[in-house]
């Protein structure tokens, strides 16, 4: 993938980025995309700043404890941005309250004159809109025409957010990820063992892949690794496993970074992530570059990433007997066979999923949004004369 770029060195004097959201080590696709592109060449050709708008409270905090945090979260962000005109203060934002937290991270930074980037991330923030209520829908997208830009995760994303924020501008940066620091360690599993990563949560349809357990006439397991969605939810799913007798085919990991996740996949056979929503999800494309068929759903920008047969196989969402099928089929595929599912998932990684790919995608529309278009509109001013 190629974009034209100015100079490195002309690129970083013009360019002051300042990039909000959660932070590693916070699990979760937005800090996933906020460290791959903090280590990526977007730091060397741009004067880049993180700031952490990741919850620092304890989950018991009183409301007077949350609005004396979020009052501190916006004098530090103003701090940062004053005396900064033309700062690219680029936002990565989600579905619900958080949406309109940021967008008051967005006022801040305009009325300081920087350029504003909303960066949307998650799989139902359709479904957030269209549950607005009117006044708060139009908050809403007034919030996302002040911004100079927002991003979108796919061109369905893209043209689900523009059916949804008319007069926003919109562009596409998909997600990337790092090449694994682990080379493949295959072949030594018992059984067919599939690797799921994510929340373990209803959303991520681990409630429909259990089904799929059940149904499997394959000789495959499972193991889920992620953050619960909610107090309580891993026990509870660990009882259900136990009281449908899955145990020796289901395994609960809890949450996995770092090397922890890197060995993981390089010793899983196959991936699966059975989502009900998704935009697009980094653990997929984690497990591309980790060179693992995948099983995955048609949500989101999935299908603009998977092609039917060749990285893996789609099915429809909330179906546990078409996902049962499609895991059985890679099953029961030879280790030769599923290694070149896998390649053919790396080769697509390569092409435009990398870090290197997203960033000089956000690289190239920096300088197309903010340099060429700053440019023209100077170049188009009316001269005058005494």
């Known amino acids: 993938m190629t974009s034209s770029l100015p100079s490195n060195e002309a690129f970083a004097r013009r360019h002051r980025v300042v990039m909000s959201g959660p932070l590693p080590p916070a699990i979760g696709g937005m800090a996933s995309v906020v460290g791959a592109l903090s280590q990526s060449l977007l730091a060397s050709q741009t004067h880049l700043t993180l700031f952490d708008t990741g919850k620092k409270t304890a989950a018991n905090r009183t409301l007077l404890q949350g609005i004396r945090a979020r009052l501190q979260l916006m004098r530090d962000w103003s701090a940062l941005l004053a005396g900064q005109p033309g700062t690219i203060a680029h936002i990565h934002t989600c579905s619900g309250f958080t949406f309109f937290l940021d967008g008051l991270l967005a006022f801040v930074a305009r009325w300081h004159g920087c350029r504003v980037v909303l960066h949307v991330h998650g799989g139902l923030f359709d479904a957030f809109l269209d549950g607005l209520n009117p006044a708060m829908l139009r908050i809403a997208q007034h919030i996302a025409r002040r911004a100079d830009l927002v991003l979108a995760l796919s061109e369905d994303w893209r043209e689900r957010l523009g059916q949804r924020l008319p007069g ?52 495959w397991c499972v193991q889920l690794a992620g953050n619960e969605s909610e107090p309580g939810y891993r026990e509870r799913l660990g009882d ?40 697009l999800p980094m653990s997929l494309l984690e497990a591309m570059a980790a060179r693992l068929p995948v099983v995955a759903t048609t949500v989101g920008a999935i299908p603009e990433v998977i092609d039917e047969g060749v990285e893996g196989h789609l099915v429809p969402p909330g179906e546990a007997a078409p996902l049962a099928q499609a895991m059985d ?30 960033a000089q995608t956000l690289l190239g529309i920096y300088e197309r949004e903010f340099v060429v278009s700053a440019t023209s509109s100077t170049a188009q001013m009316p001269s005058t004369s005494d």
């Open 240 to 279: 259900e496993i136990e009281r449908r007798g899955l145990a020796e085919r289901a395994t609960l990991l809890g949450p996995v970074v770092g090397e922890a996740k890197q060995q993981l996949l390089a010793r899983a056979d196959a991936f699966v992530l059975p989502s009900l929503a998704e935009g």
């Open 329 to 358: 089929r890679l099953a029961v595929l030879t280790p030769l066979q599923r290694e070149s599912m896998g390649r053919a998932a790396h080769a697509s990684y390569t092409l435009g999923y990398s870090v290197d790919a997203m």
């Open 168 to 219: 926003s501008r919109i562009a596409v940066l998909q997600n990337g990820v790092a090449e694994p620091t682990c080379e493949p360690q295959r072949g030594t599993n018992a059984r067919t063992t599939f690797l799921f990563l994510g929340n373990l949560s209803h959303l991520k349809g681990v409630p429909v892949l259990l089904d799929a357990l059940e149904l499997a006439q394959a000789d």
